[in-house]
Each structure stands twice: as C-alpha cells, then as structure tokens.
C-alpha cells in the first residue's frame, strides 16, 4: 500500500496523481476494436473462436444460448439458504427499481398546448454479467431485476462460461429470478460486440448493460452510438473518508472487501489521522493474510493507498477528485459533510453501513460508475431501462397563439419551410397553391 502523509516529499503531487479520468488504455483499445469488427464481420464464427481463445471452451452456435433443461438442472442443485438470500435481494431491488422508475406526465403550456412525456421500456436489452473468478449472483439481481421492473419484454444476458462450457447453476437460478429471458454462454469484449451488433445466433439489443473488466468497458466505450449503453463500470473502488471516531479494523475490512473483486481494483482512505492511518495499515495486513483470495487482494494492494489530509476541506476535495464507485463517511457528523460530496457513485454513511451490505440487499444497483467516471455519470437506476419520448398536443388556438414566437425564431435563422408549415394551417383555402407556382 502506498502512504501519502503531508511531510514527506512529493506530497501535493502524489495526492493531485490520485484524481483519475476515464481514459482506455492504448493496448486495450486497439485489441477491443479487433474483436468487435471480428464479431461484426463473421457473427457466430468469431464469437466461437474469440471464446476458446479466451475461455478455453469449445462451443458451436447451437451450444451458445442456455436451454431450458439448464435452468430447470441448476434449480435443483440450488441450496435453500441460497434461495432465500435470492429472494430477500431481489424483493429489495425489485421494490427499489419500481419505486424509482418514471411516470408518465402532461402538462398545458402559456399558449394551451399540451405537452409530457412518455416512458416506454425498451424492447430489448443485453445485460453482461461477469464471471471469471467467481460467480456473481448479485449482479444479476443489480441489472436484470431493473430491466424486469421497467417492463423490458427481452432480457438478453451474456456471462461467461467454463472450460467444459458450464455456467453456475447459483447464477443460472438468480437469472432466472431476476427475470432474464435468453442467457448465452460468452464473455469479454465480444459479448458485448454480439449485443451491439447481433450474429446469427443473437439478435441485437437497443441498448447495452452491465458491469466488466477494462476489455468490457472498453468494448461498450466503442460500441456507443451503434446502440445505447448505460454507463462504463469497471473494477470495484473504494474510498473511505474518515476522522479518528472510525474503527481502524472496520476500515481496513471494508477496503479489503473490495480489493478481493479483481487485481485492477482500488481501494484508499483519507483521514486527518495519523494514528487511524497506521491503524488501518496493521489491520490490512493482518486480515489479508487469512483471505481466500489472498493473490488477488495482495496484487490489488500495490495500488491502494492511505492518506493522511491537513483537514476536511482537503479530504472533501481529494474525495471529488477521485470520485469513487463507493464512498464511505465515517465521522462525527456525517450530515454536516454529505451535502459537499458531488462525484461518488454511492455514499455509505456511518461505521454500521459496509459497502458489503450495499453490494448484495439494500436495494440501490451495485452498479456505480468507476475509473473517475462519477464526475459524469450516475449507478445504474431502473429509469435507464426506459425510453423517453416527447408527446406534443395543438389545437387551433394552440397553435394561433405560437405563431408569432416561431415566425420569429423562422426569421432569425432563415428557416422559411419552417414559418411556413405553421402558417400554412391558417389559410382561407387548404387548396391553395404554394407561393412561386
């Protein structure tokens, strides 16, 4: 872990380093767009090769969606405890999304048109799940739920698979749960190019969902324009912002929490305490040395970092900066401090509230914005499942009491066809020939 206190030297540009934007790496850009225009130019074919490169499994295209036979088999082997921790996660997002999703509306404007909105789910979505290392049931639950609650007729999700082929059957059931409505057995960059692009197999998506690794959000980055995207979200980050009423061991729980997702992830705390910043550096080693992941945690380490700020200003500051996925406020008065944080993608508030517990039940998506992003993008929300369409209604009388305000605009920006579609509705003949013929 690197250590940044105000009296070493460098310290102001260590800490200004800390602030990150969203850019790709050149390497992984360019090995992005070889794949998307592989899956782009030969469909199933790239996505079969692409797949055994990268997972080592063989498939053909008939082997690419998961059957019905799949599900049915995964269910059987799901434990109960399992199941009810599925169920409890899903109630809590599911209630969280249809509360937060947005409604129709009308309203009748100064001339008495009236005018709204609309919000109409898309029809089909892609969401990728990642898998890898582990099978992540909770996101699952944190994307397709949404896109079921908003009314998406098809839920389209791309996980990887094994060598042999296989999917989890913990994942195979919370897809199931969530809603999801086709399943196919892909990972990595070229999922996300078959759901932008669509192959024989896969029919395209209108807009595309879901956490990945640097190659994924890359691959989304790209794609953008070709289809709708949600936001980029990466490896998992934390920040926590602390004085010296935290709990060292807590901190250093939470932090590890999160640096066990991946070796890219990135874990950090500001505090205006010495002695809680060498608190939480003996706690860290202490409990990483027992860790299951212990390889990924220690790789993941190297980049993490505690910094000891001269007072809150700068810890605000240095926590807008960076704009973490996740946020931890620990302090003596958190709702004195909350207003001045603008860029995180969720902020956990008090030493009883673990990112762990946002991760997996509370309700809000686990998908936040990552890599800096946070200064431009929100998590991931049920109403990003929905289309908006603007809804306009003129009468007669509507539109007589326009006309003067868009014959001037029409006259500024010498748009005549404009001025004209409004006028023409008030002549005396709807016969009459236009001006010139």
């Not at 250590?3 to 050149?26: K, M, N, Q, T």
């Not at 739920?145 to 791309?158: D, Y």
């Not at 935290?246 to 990135?266: G, N, R």
């Not at 003596?332 to 956990?348: C, E, Q, T």
Request: glycine share 10%; with cysteine.
């Amino acid at each position: 872990m690197r250590i940044f206190r105000p009296g070493d030297p460098g310290y102001s540009d260590c800490i200004g380093g800390l602030a990150r934007s969203a850019e790709p790496e050149r390497r992984v850009a360019e090995s992005v767009a070889e794949i998307l225009q592989a899956v782009r130019e030969r469909g199933d074919e790239a996505l079969i090769e692409l797949t055994e490169r990268f997972d080592g499994a063989r498939l053909t295209p008939e082997a690419l969606r998961v059957t019905e036979g799949e599900f049915v088999d995964a269910e059987r082997k799901v434990d109960e405890e399992l199941r009810a921790a599925v169920a409890a996660a899903h109630r809590n997002v599911r209630t969280f999304a249809e509360a937060s999703l947005r409604k129709d509306w009308e309203m009748v404007n100064e001339q008495g048109a009236m005018v709204g909105e609309r919000f109409l789910p898309f029809e089909r979505v892609g969401v990728y799940v990642p898998g890898g290392s582990a099978p992540l049931v909770s996101t699952a639950l944190m994307t397709v739920t949404l896109g079921a609650a908003a009314g998406v007729p098809e839920l389209v999700v791309t996980t990887p698979c094994g060598r042999d082929g296989t999917i989890d059957p913990n994942l195979l059931y919370a897809l199931r749960v969530a809603g999801a409505t086709e399943v196919y057995r892909i990972g990595g960059a070229q999922a996300i190019a078959a759901m932008a692009f669509g192959t024989e197999t896969i029919a395209a998506a209108a807009k595309v969902f879901g956490p990945g690794n640097s190659y994924v959000v890359e691959a989304k980055r790209q794609c953008f324009g070709r289809v709708a995207i949600d936001l980029l979200p990466g490896p998992s980050e934390i920040l926590v912002l602390a004085d010296d009423s935290a709990d060292a061991a807590w901190i250093a729980a939470d932090l590890l929490a999160q640096v066990e997702h991946d070796p890219e992830s990135v874990a950090g705390l500001a505090t205006d305490s010495l002695s809680l910043l060498e608190g939480v550096a003996v706690e860290v080693a202490r409990q990483a040395a027992g860790l299951r992941r212990k390889e990924i945690v220690l790789r993941a380490l190297e980049r993490a970092f505690l910094v000891q700020v001269t007072g809150w200003e700068d810890g605000i500051a240095l926590a807008n900066a960076f704009a973490p996925e996740h946020l931890s406020l620990v302090c003596r008065d958190p709702d004195a401090v909350l207003p001045l944080l603008r860029s995180a993608g969720a902020i956990f508030i008090g030493g009883y509230a673990p990112v762990a517990a946002g991760d997996f039940l509370a309700g809000p998506s686990h998908t936040l914005p990552t890599g800096g992003a946070g200064k431009s993008f929100a998590g991931l929300t049920a109403d990003q499942f929905q289309r908006r369409t603007s809804v306009l209604r003129f009468d007669r009388e509507a539109l007589q009491r326009s006309r003067a305000v868009i014959e001037t605009f029409c006259r500024v920006e010498g748009l005549d066809a404009h001025a004209r579609s409004a006028a023409i509705r008030f002549r005396a003949s709807p016969v009459e020939p236009p001006e010139g013929l």
